[in-house]
């Protein structure tokens, strides 16, 4: 049985990352920053994905030293330039208000229309030892904006993000169904069959 | 002496585009979309600065029957993968809210310290004569970003853009100063050199 700690304070994450790496059935036990009330959470200053996960994953694991999973992910739209990106969680400049950040992106695209609403889900999911081995994978979901939000599941995103080959926002998928194509999930099944090789 | 109409009822930019086409002392006479007030601006449904500048010059040219020139420009952040770019004037989603698209780009940059504060002003001139023949030209400058609006020339993103080889914003330069380095300056003084080759 190895412990990890999940490098993170944001609740929507914890769930989704518990579900998805005790759906994996490994030997593992998970912790949470909530038991380390007094760790801060890490800023992300990388540039890209990987980086920040990898950065959030090493920093935990030498605080702590429990050995630390992290995850950075976000939205990229095409016509965006690939932004929100590593950008998506304080797009608005309001960290973390979801309704904010994604009202500003149906701003944004208001003028766009298909086929010019693609966009993709990406997630860099990461694993760090305190003695220094770490590992970084990537997973993603390509889809299509609607216009206007729909569903009630998820966070961040999810109530305007169709998955190619659905007709349902991920807001509007079970959370089962969403983890079963989603980047988050893709990313984090790769990485649970590798944590015993770090 | 030829008759062009400048396709933009932005009062800043006529003024600019009035600036740099009449220093170049051609045999050409200004008008605006002033002086033909039945007919609509424009909207911007391109994907590029130069689909826009040439979908401009040609509407307001087969519009009016008189030949029009026509510019999209917009700040292009490297570390926003070159976005706001043609979503430039409505980043915040209020289109023409200079202040409101100012303030969004410095909060989505607020973790991000120099060197990744780059950017470029880039510009698309076009011009079209009602007959269909058209041209359009690309001009652009290189600086950074400050964190802290600077000076009261100029408009949209001029405040925090200092130039490369400058320590001032193009908001604290003297109109003639900014338009001899300007992104809108190069690409109108190559479209001047062109207008009688259409």
Known sequence: ????????????????LRRILEGANLPIELLTLDDFPDVDEVKETGLTFEANALLKARTIADVTGVSAIADDSGLSIDVLGGMPGILS?????????DAA????????LSDVDDPYRKAAFVCAAAAARPDGSDIVVHGEVRGNLTKVPRGTGGFGYDPIFVPDG???????????????ISHRGKAFRLLAVQLDRI
Chains 1, 2 share one sequence.
């Open 1 to 16: 049985m190895t412990t990890f700690v999940l490098a993170t304070r944001n609740a929507h994450k914890v769930r989704e």
């Open 89 to 97: 969680a304080r797009w608005s400049g309001r960290h973390g208000d």
């Open 101 to 108: 950040n994604l009202a500003l992106v149906l701003d944004q």
């Open 166 to 180: 659905e007709t349902r926002t991920t807001a509007e998928m079970s959370a089962e169904e969403k983890d079963a």
